[in-house]
């Protein structure tokens, strides 16, 4: 028997929602699909009668604006981006982008751990301290419903805490090393991302938002680059280790009372405020040297500071011509 006509126009038909129910599919609340309407990021739905009715474009639209709301975007800049869209730029290279950016980092895959194996892997003792500063470090993460197991997003973190507290470092001192290692590490980022942005990206992302075509070779660029701040963060690692761990070895090893020589370099920490700073003002590649020669004048005139009052006191003081 052949399909009728009004059978295959219901079929063909787009679907439509009241709001309850572009609620129900959407997730969000009949409050917020009211709110976003206010602030234009939905469309008006169209009238009939004393009822408003609701298409599978506003469900898309609602999907794509708590997509982006997950990734961090606030509600203001994503009105530009659905302005962009709607004004024919173009979104998908966009979206695409925030994808690739908030993609993972690193091949590394998240893990379970119940709360047995945890105790078993730090002294088997369970230790509810240790436990909640790594759930604050985002070390361990809760699973719903579940008491006595966790998420562990990055496997190697939590191998490597396990393999310190084996060789004897204190849980405690693991994690204030970590907060302290990832403040600098957070630095690195931050000038790895400056560094790209003004040398790379810049001129894919002078509109705002970019057009289409800018967002996608951005997006296919960020894939390529991506290893890179990873690899030049392993090298430079890996060349720092071998330098200062042949220094200590070599202060350890010494003889009692002999010097060792401080020649060399040493790695400080620095607001990323004052290097912008200095940046300005020098140029990157000045900018270790201007640094070094500030500390090394201040420290000259703290010292002729020091000398300068015995001096004035001293009763002998040289008058010859």
Same mark, same amino acid.
């Given at each position: ?218 997006? %296919? &660029? /960020? ?5 890179? @701040?990873?690899? #030049?963060?392993? +090298? $430079?690692?890996?060349?720092?280790? =071998? !330098? ?35 940046? %300005? &003002? /020098? ?5 270790? @040297?201007?640094? #070094?020669?500030? +500390? $090394?004048?201040?420290?000259?005139? =703290? !010292? ?18």
């Amino acid at each position: 028997m052949g399909v009728g006509v009004d059978e295959r126009a219901a079929r063909t038909a787009a679907a439509e929602y009241r709001i309850e129910d572009l609620a129900h599919h959407s997730g969000a609340t009949v409050r917020t699909i009211r709110a976003y309407q206010d602030r234009g990021l939905l469309p008006r739905p169209e009238r009939r009668g004393r009822s408003n009715v609701y298409g599978d474009a506003h469900l898309t639209r609602l999907r794509q604006i708590a997509g982006l709301l997950e990734r961090g975007y606030t509600l203001a800049s994503i009105k530009e981006l659905l302005d962009a869209w709607d004004a024919g730029r173009g979104l998908g290279g966009v979206l695409g982008l925030v994808a690739e950016v908030h993609g993972p980092w690193t091949d590394e895959k998240a893990d379970r751990i119940t709360r047995a194996e945890l105790d078993a892997a730090f002294g088997g003792a369970p230790d509810e301290q240790a436990v909640e500063e790594a759930l604050d470090l985002g070390v361990l993460e809760r699973v719903p419903g579940r008491d006595d197991e966790f998420l562990v997003p990055s496997p190697q973190e939590l191998a490597v805490a396990a393999e310190l507290y084996a060789a004897g470092v204190p849980l405690a001192a693991i994690a204030g090393h970590l907060r302290e290692l990832r403040g600098q590490v957070e630095q690195i980022a931050g000038r790895f991302l400056e560094f790209t942005t003004e040398h790379v990206f810049a001129r894919f992302l002078g509109h705002r938002p970019p057009t289409d075509g800018d967002a996608s070779e951005a997006a %296919a &660029l /960020v894939r390529r680059l991506r290893p890179l @701040a990873q690899q #030049a963060v392993d +090298a $430079e690692l890996a060349r720092a280790m =071998r !330098t200062f761990a042949a220094r200590h070895l070599q202060q350890h090893l010494a003889p009692e009372g002999r010097p060792v020589s401080e020649e060399g370099t040493r790695q400080v920490a620095l607001p990323t405020a004052t290097i912008r700073a200095v940046h %300005a &003002l /020098v140029g990157p590649r000045n900018t270790s @040297a201007f640094i #070094a020669a500030a +500390a $090394e004048r201040e420290v000259r005139a =703290r !010292t002729l500071d020091a000398l300068l009052p015995t001096r004035l006191e001293s009763p002998e003081v040289d008058q010859t011509t």
